[in-house]
């Protein structure tokens, strides 16, 4: 859900999606569908040319883009990976204007492959390339990264019913940020049913082509992938589905719901369950989502669709290793209680990063370093982006490459304040 944002960055955002004509999805297999830069269905002007954070490992970075057809529509992928060194090339740009250190299109570096792969489910309306800095240095560390280009990457636009309109404000305004995003789309919520029509297709899909790109000739990643040591992370709606397939967490509809959790069609959408809908009825069971495959999870700022008195029943069937992190802002980044419980319950090895004068957008640079979004946002929030930047870099890449890569010199790093910023550190049920 990368659309959350402070009380008036809300009202600004509602005020100027409310002007936007709301379109149906409408999917098509037209490669130019789902593209350029924008918040979901609202395109926005990108920075120009904006550096950011430079990545710390020790490889060359390049970025590709694969497109394919799937399910009637187009899904690009956007792998981030090791490179042979490209100096007579410019840095790639993203969509939102941002640059780094990446090459399009650079050789891969074959000489310490194969390497593990890192599947990225970005937020809600985010583009696949808006995380720069985040994706760019796993890869610079050694990992084959995979960003996905949603659905609802340039299709998810905000309601234009103004009593869901005026509930959300009230609910940013209190901190209730998760709700609020989810009463702000609640249109495209309710069509997909809570995203359950294609987000964990799309994952499951990204992960089969990245895990055969591994094996065949014609693929530029053949023999590069590891596809024994696959992680995942996610931001937003991306962190939900990253807990959902990558952690297992249970949807269960087993327990006794009331007559609003059970009614798809009550006006408002944060008090239903994802199980009022047959995109969770026709699944084989609370499980059916998860990917065993996945070894070790980073949800970022990650919300939560299910009922919050299941929270800690679901939480607790996360049995693999699973990092938190997000930002402190409390009415704009995720509603902390709620990755709290997910963390506190969790089964498996579990860390907890929160840091200091961080709001939603940080990670996703993209729309962070924004000069439209941006000039909406707190000074704190947007002060010193490259040391919070450094604080992401740093635990992701030191959980990673502990309980993926088996590097056992990164577990200090792991439980030590590595900044200011860190504002919270903590684990549970570690090795």
């Not at 987000?199 to 992938?225: C, D, M, W």
């Not at 499980?287 to 299910?306: C, E, G, Q, V, W």
Request: aromatic share 12%; charged share 15%.
């Amino acid at each position: 859900m990368a659309s959350q944002g402070r009380p008036t960055a809300v009202i600004l955002t509602i005020v100027t999606f409310f002007f936007f004509t709301v379109f149906a999805i409408t999917p098509s297999c037209d490669p130019s569908f789902n593209t350029g830069f924008g918040l979901g269905a609202h395109t926005l002007p990108p920075a120009s040319n904006v550096s950011t954070a430079d990545p710390t490992g020790p490889y060359q970075v390049g970025v590709s883009f694969e497109t394919y057809c799937f399910e009637g529509r187009g899904v690009t992928l956007n792998y981030w990976y090791p490179a042979l060194p490209a100096t007579s090339s410019s840095p790639y740009v993203s969509a939102g204007g941002i640059v780094g250190k990446a090459v399009q299109d650079a050789p891969v570096d074959t000489s310490d492959g194969p390497y593990p792969l890192i599947i990225f489910s970005p937020g809600l309306a985010a583009v696949d390339d808006a995380y720069y800095f985040y994706t760019q240095n796993l890869a610079s560390n050694g990992y084959v990264v995979v960003s996905i280009q949603h659905l609802d990457a340039r299709t998810a636009n905000v309601t234009s019913k103004k009593f869901a309109l005026a509930l959300a404000l009230i609910d940013a305004a209190a901190g209730n940020t998760i709700d609020a995003v989810i009463e702000e789309y609640t249109d495209f919520f309710r069509e997909t049913q809570f995203a359950l029509t294609y987000r964990p297709q799309e994952i499951e899909f990204a992960l089969n082509q990245a895990t055969q790109s591994a094996v065949h000739k014609s693929s530029p990643f053949y023999g590069i992938i590891d596809t024994s040591n696959i992680g995942m992370s996610g931001h937003s709606l991306g962190g939900f589905y990253t807990n959902i397939v990558g952690g297992g967490m249970p949807i269960y509809c087993d327990y006794l719901m009331t007559p609003i959790e059970r009614n798809p069609d009550f006006p408002v959408l944060s008090e239903v369950s994802p199980c009022a809908f047959p995109a969770r009825q026709n699944l084989s069971g609370p499980f059916a989502l998860h990917d065993s495959r996945i070894k070790a999870i980073i949800p970022l700022a990650a919300p939560t669709f299910l009922s919050r008195s299941q929270l800690a029943r679901s939480s607790a069937q996360v049995n693999i290793p699973m990092m938190t992190i997000t930002g402190d802002n409390r009415t704009a980044e995720t509603t902390s209680w709620v990755q709290r419980e997910i963390y506190d319950n969790a089964a498996g090895p579990s860390y907890w990063v929160k840091i200091k004068d961080t709001n939603h957008y940080l990670v996703a640079d993209s729309y962070g370093l924004n000069p439209v979004l941006s000039a909406n946002m707190s000074p704190e929030d947007t002060a010193n982006f490259l040391d919070k930047a450094a604080v992401y870099m740093t635990y992701s890449t030191a959980f990673f490459d502990y309980y993926v890569k088996g590097n056992k010199s990164a577990y200090a790093t792991l439980h030590t304040a590595s900044s200011p910023y860190v504002e919270e550190l903590s684990s549970r049920n570690y090795e």
